[in-house]
Structure formats: C-alpha cells, structure tokens
C-alpha cells in the first residue's frame, strides 16, 4: 500500500483516543482541500502487515480506542485497507474503524470508485462490502468549500456522518478541533477541522 502518514494517537479523527492511518492517492480533486500533498500516488510502498504492527503497538501502548482510514482517498486503495483491516481485527479484536471517504454511499454500493489497481465494478462492490463490515462510522462524501460545515467531522455540508454499527450514536462524536504534533526532530503534522482556514506551522 501507499503510506502518507501514520499517527499513533488523535483525537481529532473521531471517538476516543485513535490511531490514523493516512493513504496516499487521490483522484477526487475537491478544491480546497487542505491535504494536497497527500493527492499524488507517489510515495513510500509499505507492507499493510507493517502498518497493522504499528498499530497493534499503538493499541497496546496507548490504551487506543481505534483507528481511523484518512487520505488521500482510502477506497482508492481499497484491495490493501481489506488486507489492513482484516490484519487490524486479527491483532486487536475489540479496535473500532472508522473512515474518512470522498466518495458518497451510493457511489461505494455500486462500485462507481476508482482503484488502485483498477479492478471491475463488480469486485469494487465486493471490496466495499467487506469494508463496510468492518466499519463502525464513516465521513462520507467530497468536501465542498462552497459549503462549510461545523458539525462532527464533516467541513462541508454535503458530508454525511454513517454509522454501520451500534457501538456509537452520533453524540459520541465531539466538535471539530485541529491537533499540532512536534516531533523531537521539530517536524510538525496538523491534523483536525482547520475550519478557519489551515495555520502557518
């Protein structure tokens, strides 16, 4: 899989205290958005048993709630987040998934996504049932600047909050907030809501 990022511990990514596992790749080009940089599929090739390592550790080390699927555009991967997910559900049973996705429900249902490898309508819709079948909550939907938002998770109105299981209503889910991380190398990663607009770091 391509790898932007990996956080081993947010709070900005949905419920509780989660990892945050950032994809590299998207076709979407929603303008605007703040995360460009994570767009082209270029990057570090990474193994998903590599990642599901990482997060296995920062289960353990950080009592974490779980993990969210950011981007890029994680169903542009989708092939290598069924292969992560089902290594994440391997090592840590009880970890929820969450997912942030550009792509609207029914897009997703009928399989109108691109891959990475490009793989057939068909097995798109297989793909994302799987996915699906994991995940607790997903951010579904382009961001539109045309349309700010406020509500949990969601920049743009046109954005829908979908839970596809029990373990969360939609109170769980707290405000829009931004998280600055400053490694010990003095590298700093923004991750959140920069709802008004993204700070000079």
């Known amino acids: ?16 205290l989660r990892a945050v596992v950032h994809f590299q790749g998207c076709s979407l080009g929603c303008e605007g958005c703040w995360n460009v940089r994570s767009h082209k599929f270029h990057g570090p090739e990474v193994s998903t048993a590599m990642v599901a390592q990482e997060l296995d550790t920062a289960i353990r080390t950080s009592s974490l709630e ?32 969450g997912m942030f996705t550009g792509y609207t429900e029914a897009e997703l249902d009928s399989g109108r ?11 798109k819709q297989r793909l994302w049932e799987v996915v699906r079948g994991y995940l607790d909550f997903a ?23 979908v839970l596809f299981s029990r373990r969360y209503e939609e109170c769980a889910f707290g405000e829009q907030i931004v998280e600055v991380t400053i490694a010990g190398d003095g590298n700093a990663v923004m991750t959140g809501f920069p709802i008004l607009g993204s700070p000079a770091i």
Do not use: K, W
């Open 113 to 123: 996504y691109a891959t990475r490898p490009s793989t057939r309508p068909a097995e």
């Open 1 to 16: 899989m391509l790898l932007h990022g990996f956080m081993p511990a947010s709070r900005a990514n949905g419920p509780g």
């Open 66 to 97: 779980g993990v969210t699927f950011s981007g890029g555009e994680p169903m542009q991967q989708a092939p290598a987040l069924v292969e992560l997910m089902h290594q994440i559900r391997a090592l840590a049973p009880t970890a929820s998934m």
């Open 139 to 161: 951010v579904m939907g382009r961001y539109d600047r045309t349309q700010p938002g406020t509500a949990p998770l969601r920049t743009s109105r046109n954005q829908h909050l």
